[in-house]
């Protein structure tokens, strides 16, 4: 059996803990976006360049460019914008994707101004203080009526928090609170961070081993996923498949686990492509990468908008398995780097 290049784990971690602390809800993902980059433009012979949309389509050269292949995982996650300024100076919330309000109550927060402040804040029930409120600190729902960013700020009013540059339509950013240990990857947006640095560290193992890819190899990093339309278009004609990399949801009544790549076979949108699907189960088996096969009943992916575009092409899902999905999330080291050699079969294969 042939062996994959050696994956360098320290530095796939490494990315992905600055990407996960690099801060990109739907709508503001220009840092993060350069910071993949900045990562993709140190291979030599790959090319990138930014759609109109502002994703990133990276280009590595294939032994071949009879069938032109693709990759995507997206850059963009979950967060807010600024609904109201309230009276009381406090701000009310708009999600960006699908975060539970629960998944976010007393975490810190920033609200980015458009003329390039940053204000820190917490998110918070209005009522708050037992001392005050009593029982209805428990007792009232969590949903954007109740809850608010307290700000860092000395502000008790409408007009002083406008002072401070602050405007309706804000981009707000949750704290990812990012730790490492004992294998384990803990954090918020590991969906789909984690997946995006599976794919650089494919990326930068081959280079590495002074390989390329079987047939040219278009990834695009996308920016839009959690909104719905990330990946609906920016992919060449010529591409006649592509492999989604997105997390694999871990719970009760599912096969995925944190220590596994996963295959996913459908989601909320139907089938994925059995041909392909089929395909990565053989190189997965051919190679020993440990994987389970799993199917999500509350799952999109970015592949799913490509094929509601009308795009003509084969499409399947894989990604490591992620715990808590869309709360505050956890993976492993395992999981991440089982992905990544799935990737890379799939990237030498015929």
Same mark, same amino acid.
Request: hydrophobic share 40%; aromatic share 8%; net charge negative.
């Given at each position: ?20 602390? $690099? ?68 701000? =009310?919330? $708009? ?44 007792? $009232? ?13 000395? $502000? ?8 401070? #540059? ?63 339309? #990330? ?8 591409? #006649? ?34 041909? /392909?699907?089929?395909? /990565? ?32 092409? =084969? ?36």
């Amino acid at each position: 059996m042939k062996t994959l290049p050696e994956i360098n784990s320290a530095e796939l971690v490494d990315f992905l803990t600055g990407l996960l602390n $690099t801060p990109s809800p739907s709508g503001y993902t220009e840092s993060a976006v350069l910071y993949t980059a900045a990562a993709l433009q140190s291979i030599p012979g790959l090319s990138y360049l930014r759609t109109r949309k502002g994703a990133l389509l990276a280009v590595f050269p294939g032994e071949q460019a009879l069938q032109p292949r693709a990759l995507t995982a997206h850059v963009d996650t979950l967060g807010g914008m600024v609904k109201e300024i309230k009276s009381n100076g406090r701000l =009310r919330l $708009t999600r960006i994707g699908g975060i539970p309000w629960n998944a976010i109550e007393a975490e810190g927060c920033t609200v980015f101004t458009v003329d390039g402040k940053a204000y820190r804040g917490s998110v918070l029930p209005e009522k708050a203080s037992v001392h005050v409120y009593g029982e209805k600190v428990s007792s $009232t729902p969590r949903d954007e009526t109740s809850m608010e960013i307290r700000l860092d700020a000395r $502000t008790s009013s409408a007009d002083e928090t406008r002072a401070l #540059g602050i405007q309706v339509g804000d981009f707000v950013a949750f704290d990812p609170r990012v730790e490492v240990h004992n294998g384990f990857v803990r954090s918020r947006f590991l969906d789909d961070k984690a997946c995006v640095a599976c794919i650089v560290a494919a990326f930068q193992a081959l280079q590495r081993a002074g390989l390329r890819p079987k047939q040219t190899t278009y990834a695009l990093i996308s920016n839009y996923e959690e909104v719905g339309h #990330g990946a609906s278009t920016g992919f060449p004609a010529e591409v #006649g498949e592509l492999v989604v990399v997105d997390m694999a949801a871990v719970g009760e009544g599912q096969t995925s686990d944190e220590f596994h790549a996963t295959l996913c076979v459908k989601d909320s949108g139907g089938p994925y492509d059995h041909a /392909l699907s089929t395909h /990565l189960r053989r190189l997965a088996d051919q190679y020993q990468i440990p994987y389970k096969v799993d199917i999500y009943p509350y799952y999109g992916s970015d592949g799913g908008a490509l094929l509601r575009s009308g795009a003509d092409l =084969r499409v399947a899902l894989i990604g490591p398995g992620v715990d808590s999905s869309h709360h505050y999330e956890r993976t492993h080291l395992d999981a991440l780097l089982a992905t990544t050699r799935w990737i890379l079969a799939y990237l030498l294969a015929d």
